[in-house]
């Protein structure tokens, strides 16, 4: 994918922009990390795209593993049920 020389294309970087999610998911096949972390340590754009990626996905893990606050939960509750009553009466 990537150029012997020179700078990644803007097709070589899409390309391997869509392999990132598989590649932190640890779904590629061992060349294909190869390649990746290749361009990765060449295209400054690209690593900062994987590390935005990594970063949210961690966070967003980290969150769907933490209870809400009951008065948050309350609130959400109240917000449901007024919606729904919106809805019933149209």
């Given amino acids: 994918m990537a150029h012997d020389h020179g700078d990644p294309s803007a097709s070589d970087c899409a ?22 972390r290749a361009h990765l340590d060449t295209c400054n754009p690209c690593l900062e795209r994987y590390d935005l990626q990594r970063t949210v996905k961690s966070i ?17 509750m109240v917000r449901i049920r007024e919606v729904q009553v919106r809805i019933t009466e149209s």
């Fill in 15 to 36: 390309d391997f922009l869509e392999q990132i999610v598989y590649f932190i998911d640890n779904e590629l096949d061992a060349a294909d990390c190869s390649a990746v």
């Fill in 60 to 76: 967003v893990a980290r969150s769907c593993s933490e209870a809400a606050p009951a008065e948050l939960r309350q609130r959400v």
